[in-house]
């Protein structure tokens, strides 16, 4: 075993919970996992983890032993990296977590554009609507949209988002017309959970703050899942613009209310430290922060530029 092999290791399976998760973050399998770790251990000659059937935790050697194990990996990772940059070249994994509709289809894109340019990094990109801790679950880097709740991450503003109200153009052709927030009354609205406002639905008129009492028979913690649902005719949704740009450009969906404004959301990078950053992850953070900042319309960063 290759001691970095078995450091690299040791801080998966310490960061991921358990040998299994371990295995699927480095790629491997949990015996080759179980292994090198059984051989670190043996090597320092200390027992780094309590083992029952079903989960594994640090022992207090393993709990002393993980900040200088990380530290060590981040430095050696930043050294290789630092020789490669020198001759032109990115190398290594990023591992990035972002909302599911966000991700598949945005992030995607941007990473596979940013890979195009620097073939030797690897990304591991875990996608979920829920919070998601950077640190617990090991992560270099997440994109949020919304309010920051944990300042202390380091935030990169990289662009704003609005809240549109949308609905089907059949659903529109035989409804009443929605002329004001307060006609939304009169309409089967679909109630996106994960809004802090819930069933009162925010907006500005007149430059003044106002809440709208929505109701209708769908309530969904998934804006993908609502978004499907307006598509079916089901009613009206109040949408994040990302996830539904596309739709409105191509008419499958239309906008309503489109000069009263509702939440301005801000997209964000958030990393945990810039001192140890690797020179791929700051490259990448910059690439996104370049991206962003020529876009015009959320379609422009699905295409080449």
Same mark, same amino acid.
């Given at each position: 075993?290759?001691?970095?092999?078995?450091?690299?290791?040791?801080?998966?399976?310490?960061?991921?919970?358990?040998?299994?998760?371990?295995?699927?973050?480095?790629?491997?399998?949990?015996?080759?996992?179980?292994?090198?770790?059984?051989?670190l251990e043996d090597r320092l000659g200390v027992r780094?983890?309590?083992?029952?059937?079903?989960?594994?935790?640090?022992?207090?050697?393993?709990?002393?032993?993980?900040?200088?194990?990380?530290?060590?990996?981040?430095?050696?990772?930043?050294?290789?990296?630092?020789?490669?940059?020198?001759?032109?070249?990115?190398?290594?994994?990023?591992r990035l977590t972002a909302p599911v509709h966000f991700?598949?289809?945005?992030?995607?894109?941007?990473?596979?554009?940013?890979?195009?340019?620097?073939?030797?990094?690897?990304?591991?990109?875990?996608?979920?609507d829920e919070y998601v801790d950077i640190a617990d679950?090991?992560?270099?880097?997440?994109?949020?949209?919304?309010?920051?709740?944990?300042?202390?991450?380091?935030?990169?503003?990289?662009?704003?988002?609005?809240?549109?109200?949308?609905?089907?153009?059949?659903?529109?052709?035989?409804?009443?017309?929605?002329?004001?927030?307060?006609?939304?009354?009169?309409?089967?609205?679909?109630?996106?959970?994960?809004?802090?406002?819930?069933?009162?639905?925010?907006?500005?008129?007149? !430059? @003044?703050?106002?809440?709208?009492?929505?109701?209708? /028979?769908?309530? &969904?913690? +998934?804006?993908?899942?609502? $978004?499907? *649902?307006?598509?079916?005719?089901? !009613? @009206?949704?109040?949408?994040?613009?990302?996830?539904? /740009?596309?739709? &409105?450009? +191509?008419?499958?969906?239309? $906008?309503? *209310?489109?000069?009263?404004?509702?939440?301005?959301?801000?997209?964000?990078?958030?990393?945990?430290?810039?001192?140890?950053?690797?020179?791929?992850?700051? $490259?990448?953070?910059?690439?996104?922060?370049?991206?962003?900042?020529?876009?015009?319309?959320?379609?422009?960063?699905?295409?080449?530029?």
């Amino acid at each position: 075993m290759d001691l970095v092999d078995g450091m690299k290791t040791f801080a998966a399976a310490a960061e991921a919970g358990s040998f299994t998760a371990a295995a699927d973050r480095l790629g491997t399998s949990s015996k080759l996992v179980s292994k090198y770790i059984g051989q670190l251990e043996d090597r320092l000659g200390v027992r780094l983890f309590h083992r029952t059937t079903r989960r594994i935790s640090l022992t207090e050697a393993g709990t002393q032993y993980y900040p200088q194990c990380v530290r060590l990996i981040e430095e050696l990772d930043a050294l290789e990296a630092g020789l490669k940059a020198e001759r032109g070249q990115l190398s290594g994994s990023i591992r990035l977590t972002a909302p599911v509709h966000f991700g598949g289809l945005y992030l995607q894109a941007l990473m596979h554009r940013f890979h195009q340019q620097h073939p030797a990094v690897r990304f591991d990109m875990r996608l979920s609507d829920e919070y998601v801790d950077i640190a617990d679950g090991g992560f270099d880097l997440a994109l949020r949209i919304g309010r920051l709740e944990d300042s202390s991450f380091i935030a990169k503003r990289l662009s704003q988002s609005s809240l549109w109200v949308v609905a089907s153009p059949r659903y529109l052709a035989q409804a009443q017309a929605i002329l004001t927030p307060q006609d939304l009354s009169a309409h089967p609205c679909i109630i996106d959970t994960n809004l802090r406002s819930g069933a009162r639905w925010p907006f500005y008129v007149d !430059g @003044v703050p106002t809440k709208v009492k929505v109701s209708g /028979a769908f309530s &969904v913690n +998934s804006p993908t899942a609502l $978004r499907n *649902l307006v598509l079916q005719d089901a !009613g @009206v949704g109040l949408i994040p613009d990302y996830i539904v /740009a596309g739709d &409105v450009a +191509s008419g499958r969906l239309a $906008r309503v *209310l489109a000069d009263v404004p509702s939440v301005q959301m801000t997209v964000q990078a958030l990393y945990l430290d810039a001192r140890y950053m690797p020179l791929r992850l700051r $490259r990448f953070i910059d690439f996104l922060g370049a991206e962003f900042a020529t876009m015009r319309t959320w379609q422009d960063l699905l295409s080449a530029r």
